[in-house]
């Protein structure tokens, strides 16, 4: 296993949060490193996908040691973008991105819930995860999704279970199968129409990652900067801190639009300080 940079000075003793390379897009993931350095995040998340280096443990490896940046997750390759990075193969992507986290010397796997058409990968998917978390040590986290179309009010009202078109097998919502570990995204959550609290609560001690980024309740993957829209951030982040949370919290939000990079730096500036405001003061008593 590669020796991972120390920590940030000030890390010790705080929710580490960290900054996805997803954040950066349509930038390399050579920037996310870069800018995770120079606004001091805890580490990043590696988002694999057409991007090469994301793709390359040696080159990831070279940019974690140059910008003392550890590299605290990869999220394997699942979207329906990077449905032939490293294998055609869901199981086979997966596997290769615990090996990869494992060379980095990273905790976590960040994976989707199987689509409804790989049938044979959606069958066996529990006992892959299962297989993958014994013999690596690595926690695979499975994450929230949301529909093609969320649920209605009225199902929501009477029941708050995800609904709606899905592409998921079984469901856009791993809590409904059982999972070890969790990812629980909140820009997935507003996009599903899930109660992000009650989602938080069925995770329980299974919860080992964290996406935090904003959504309004659009029926689309917004991953806004925390505080610009209805969800509850602030008190999931608040709700960690006072429950001793042990992972990370990791910035996954869209700068795409931003028109340079002060403009990128200063949103994720911004979320960067969302996240400490409120995860360390309750952290600290």
Not at 44 to 50: F, G, K, L, N, T
Not at 135 to 160: C, D, H, K, Q
Not at 197 to 226: C, F, N, Q, S
Not at 263 to 272: D, G, K, S, T, Y
Request: proline share 8%; charged share 20%.
């Amino acid at each position: 296993m590669t020796v991972q940079p120390p920590p940030r000075e000030d890390a010790a003793g705080r929710v580490p949060v960290g900054l996805s390379t997803a954040s950066v897009w349509p930038q390399p993931a050579r920037t996310a490193f870069e800018m995770a350095a120079d606004l001091d995040f805890d580490g990043v998340e590696v988002m694999v996908w057409a991007d090469a280096v994301s793709q390359d443990v040696g080159a990831l490896h070279r940019l974690s040691e140059q910008h003392g940046v550890p590299v605290l997750a990869v999220h394997a390759p699942c979207l329906l973008i990077t449905q032939r990075v490293w294998s055609p193969e869901p199981e086979e992507r997966l596997r290769r991105a615990v090996v990869v986290a494992s060379d980095l010397g990273a905790s976590t796997v960040v994976v989707h819930p199987p689509f409804r058409w790989q049938r044979r990968y959606a069958e066996g998917f529990g006992e892959l995860v299962a297989e993958l978390e014994e013999t690596s040590g690595i926690a695979i986290a499975v994450e929230n999704m949301f529909p093609l179309r969320p649920p209605s009010t009225l199902n929501r009202l009477r029941g708050g279970k995800t609904s709606g078109l899905s592409a998921f097998k079984p469901s856009p919502d791993p809590t409904e199968v059982g999972f070890r570990n969790y990812t629980l995204d909140l820009s997935h959550a507003a996009a599903a129409h899930m109660d992000a609290i009650e989602l938080l609560k069925r995770m329980k001690d299974g919860l080992a990652h964290v996406h935090l980024a904003d959504g309004t309740g659009a029926p689309r993957d917004e991953h806004l900067v925390p505080g610009q829209g209805n969800q509850p951030c602030a008190e999931v982040c608040e709700a960690l801190a006072a429950d001793g949370y042990a992972g990370a919290v990791v910035l996954e939000v869209n700068t795409r639009k931003a028109r340079s990079p002060a403009q990128r730096a200063a949103l994720l500036a911004e979320a960067l300080l969302f996240a400490r405001l409120h995860l360390e003061p309750l952290r600290a008593t």
